[in-house]
């Protein structure tokens, strides 16, 4: 079975800073997407980046970026030139490609930013 | 481009009874998939629809069971409440399964 872990309960970050949150997945499947999503107090869940697993490039949105190391199973998120609007609720997501493709979500990590 | 609208944003029922939530997907979207998410947790997959038809299930019992019409729009039931059901309820619809999801807001359900 698929599983995603997020170690991380809480992360702080001074604006402005730079802030990576770690997220690590474990499968047998060779090919799937991984995410990374937001979700403000607003309960709606934002996708923030993707990344396809056959891509060794990582994927890059903005001030936002990967590190995907798939022989470890590891997918942090770095957040560049924090902003209090990055406060929220990070997610991150597995999907597979092939038949029953849900989304397995981690934990979950809670992102602060101080002023 | 209209997004995922849930209704109700909140709900409080009793232990027992049944509760019905809605969820209208975005336009020109096919498939819809609901998601239980308890205080702290991350969300789990409970079932997913495609053109009406129900096409992958989580580790859900058959009390959670749904509905998706013509229009695509698409309903989770929840028979006999437990306390255990209180939670975020996430619908998410998508063009297809190989396509990107669009989350709405949720439904917040308390059962006491």
């Known amino acids: 079975a698929q599983t995603v872990t997020q170690s991380q309960p809480e992360m702080s970050v001074q604006e402005a800073e730079t802030v990576t949150l770690s997220c690590t997945y474990d499968t047998s499947e060779s090919d799937y997407y991984l995410f990374w999503y937001k979700q403000p107090p607003s309960r709606q869940m934002i996708l923030v980046i993707r990344q396809e697993a056959y891509k060794q490039q990582n994927a890059t949105e903005n001030r936002f970026s990967v590190n995907f190391q798939k022989a470890a199973k590891s997918f942090s998120l770095k957040i560049s030139d924090s902003q209090l609007g990055d406060a929220a609720m990070y997610f991150c997501?597995?999907?597979?490609?092939?038949?029953?493709?849900?989304?397995?979500f981690g934990t979950g990590t809670s992102l602060t930013v101080i002023p | 481009e209209t997004g995922v609208t849930q209704s109700p944003t909140h709900l409080i029922k009793t232990r027992g009874q049944q509760v019905t939530l809605r969820c209208s997907s975005q336009?020109?979207?096919?498939?819809v998939s609901w998601y239980q998410q308890a205080l702290g947790q991350g969300p789990q997959f409970i079932f997913q629809?495609?053109?009406?038809?129900?096409?992958g299930r989580g580790n859900f019992p058959p009390r959670f069971s749904g509905l998706q019409f013509p229009n695509y729009s698409s309903e989770l039931n929840v028979n006999a409440l437990e306390l255990d059901d209180s939670a975020l309820y996430l619908c998410?619809?998508?063009?297809?399964?190989?396509?990107?999801?669009?989350f709405g807001s949720g439904t917040r359900l308390t059962v006491v």
């Open positions: 629809y495609y053109r009406e038809e129900e096409n």
């Open positions: 336009s020109g979207h096919n498939t």
């Open positions: 998410a619809s998508s063009q297809g399964t190989a396509y990107g999801y669009t």
């Open positions: 997501a597995y999907r597979r490609i092939s038949t029953g493709n849900q989304f397995y």
